[in-house]
């Protein structure tokens, strides 16, 4: 994808590697069997001109679902690490409280607890020097403090009640404590949701269909965006043209639309379709549009430091940007 968007004349700053990159879920060593060269690759993506972001979770596993060749079945190497540090979320007997989730079975570093906190920056610090430093971004998945079972003890003692959210706001302020001391707040945090008010990381709108359905479509998307606004999330993107199914070139065209137009503009989806693949004038359209969103970056970045110090977010809903018309107030499309 990265040589396709150059040959097609296509701007871009990074590239995300999402699920799943490892030999098992969170222990940062890169899958040789999809990626036989790893360093390479990497050196070549940064000749290219990008920037790497690669797609985490809170999950050490102590069993993993090989959905893809090269990624095994056992315990993450790191989960027996985390355990004899305490660094996990605790069950019944004080044994690390396993959850079922969609890559496996694992438990989740406890964030309440410092010495974990910097075991974590640890595991993230192990793909600092790839590729000459071209990992600057990470997509910090699965945040949800809903994943936690009766019992779950953290190490400064918070009740469960209260970790439901906080659990979210501990894991993303410790990916910003890495994005802003070790990598010198060169880099960047790209949340799913769940996220706090008023983040200043990006916020990905979450699995939307690639579809014109009110339900889970684009113009869901729209109001996702006006929401996430009017909730203090500054930063937030969603991906063009759907992320399960597959986009018409319509859709696709309509949605390249909105996404330049956004904060964030990401294109990506389950069908693994890029925009050469939507014939000439969807490509047309997706380079014209993308160029569009990266000659707007002088006015994006303005208004991230008026969000850093006023609280305004990028993208504004019609209320709040006409505040003197009472008919933006019921303007919702």
Not at 166 to 191: D, F, I, N, P
Not at 245 to 265: D, H, V
Request: aromatic share 14%.
């Amino acid at each position: 994808d990265a040589v396709s968007l150059r040959r097609h004349g296509i701007p871009g700053s990074v590239i995300l590697i999402d699920s799943p990159w490892e030999t098992a879920y969170n222990d940062f060593t890169v899958n040789e069997v999809q990626f036989s060269e790893p360093e390479k690759m990497f050196l070549r993506v940064k000749q290219l001109g990008f920037y790497v972001a690669l797609w985490l979770t809170p999950f050490i596993n102590r069993q993993n679902k090989a959905d893809a060749p090269g990624i095994h079945e056992w315990a993450s190497p790191n989960f027996g690490e985390a355990q004899a540090a305490n660094h996990l979320v605790n069950g019944a007997g004080g044994r690390p409280q396993l959850v079922s989730w969609w890559k496996g079975q694992g438990a989740r570093v406890d964030f309440t607890s410092t010495a974990a906190r910097e075991w974590w920056k640890g595991q993230l610090n192990k793909t600092r020097h790839w590729g000459n430093g071209v990992v600057r971004a990470f997509k910090s998945d699965d945040g949800e403090g809903g994943w936690f079972q009766a019992g779950a003890s953290f190490s400064d003692g918070s009740p469960l009640w209260k970790m439901r959210n906080r659990y979210s706001v501990e894991y993303l302020a410790t990916m910003r404590e890495y994005v802003e001391t070790t990598l010198a707040a060169t880099g960047a945090c790209w949340h799913a949701p769940p996220s706090p008010a008023g983040s200043l990381s990006y916020v990905w709108a979450g699995d939307n269909e690639a579809s014109f359905s009110p339900r889970n479509g684009l113009p869901t998307v729209l109001r996702a965006g006006q929401s996430a606004a009017a909730s203090g999330i500054f930063l937030w993107g969603h991906d063009v043209g759907g992320y399960t199914g597959t986009a018409s070139k319509e859709l696709f065209m309509r949605w390249t639309q909105f996404g330049a137009l956004s904060p964030l503009m990401h294109q990506f989806s389950m069908s693994n379709l890029g925009p050469w693949d939507y014939g000439e004038d969807g490509l047309t359209t997706y380079r014209t549009y993308a160029r569009l969103h990266m000659s707007l970056f002088p006015y994006r970045y303005a208004l991230c430091h008026e969000a850093a110090l006023k609280g305004y977010p990028l993208l504004r809903p019609m209320a709040l940007a006409f505040q003197s018309d009472a008919r933006a107030a019921d303007y919702t499309e």
